[in-house]
């Protein structure tokens, strides 16, 4: 009688650890995830700001140069080569004191780290910066 | 058991809480911080003649509104003009942007509710974020320094370019040397100010006539100011000063004639007995322009 009733409590156990440890490595995958997602973002804010002020001072002189600075001014949890950036007017220097706006997109590898060894599904966060 | 429990519970919410609400308001303060510089910097470019304070505000709104603020945001303490001096935002009166005015101040204030401090009843956060952007005057590196040189003198020591000079208080009529370029040569500082960061002004051109200033005082200290500037540029390269008809004896005026551009090599003396040599660089120079720099933020 003994030797069942343990054996059931054995049984339970592993049921719930079975149960309760995909939702746990679940939940530390998603607060990785977002954690992940939440950092380019603040990184992307940032860039598109530093970007703007250059164009609107006039210290980055083309698209290019704004959309480079763009790209320097993002850490390295963010692929530089696969950020997007655009620039409103597209054509830069904009007239004197007209207001610039720069848009920055970046691809998120979802479950994955952006190694490339796990390619799967993205989640395309962007920021936008507009000053004048 | 049921304490511990309890215990740690309570001490990991609240880290919980701690974590996730403060984190989200370092990523808002940040996020408001570049609303309050982009309006700042934006105010700052509707400066101008003609402008007034519905103008500024109208621009500062609009890019507040483009980087996600609201109107209340901003309004709950309103965008100022005034004029940026001396490290310090002078804020004008009211709801005023006179001529004056080189800076934009904007305030925002921004509430943000809690996550988990909601636990704690902490129901909502306050942020706050201050831009000051202001128009430094035009700066350029060759523009006019208020000291004359005799034309006579000049070209009674026939110094051609690449040739060294020398001048010194007691030549002369009386004191000579300080040229009143903007109205304000007796005052020592103001001659002071103006020979160590140039005066640039398009309306000084040869054939004005300027008052001259009166006394020896501060020249020997600025010419050795300019030589002890040893970051590149350096201050004692290549300044523009005028040529003018020679100086009478005390307050006076004088036409000037044309511009030099000179390297100061050394200076020797005090008082009236100041001596100062020079290099020509250039016996005919135009001064540069003013260059206008760009907006600058402060915080």
New interface residues.
Partial sequence: MKTTLLSKQSGGAFVEAAVVTPMLLMLIVSMMQFGYIYGVLTNLRGASAVAARMAILGSASSQVDVCEAAKNAVTSIVDASQLECQTSPSVLPAPVNSPVTITLSYAVPLLASNSGVLKGPTFTVSARTTMQ | MFFMFTVVTTVLLTSIAFAVDMGRAY?EQ??LQ?VA??AA??GV??LGSGTNYSIILS?VE??AQ??GATIDEIMENEPRCGTWERGEFIESNGRSCPSSANAVQVNIKRTIPTRFAHLMNQHSMTLRASAVAYLPPPEGGNCIRPFGIEDSHLKKLSVSEGGTFSVSGSQGMGNWGKIDLNGNASSGEEYTLLMLSNLCDEAIAPGNFVSTGTGNAQIDQVFQSLLDDLTPPFAARNMVFAVTTDFGNGNSEVQIQRFIKVNLLSQEGSGAGWRASFQLVEWDAEPDAPVTP??RLVK
């Fill in positions: 990523d940040r996020q570049i510089d982009s910097l934006a470019s509707a621009v609009a890019i483009a980087n760009s907006r």
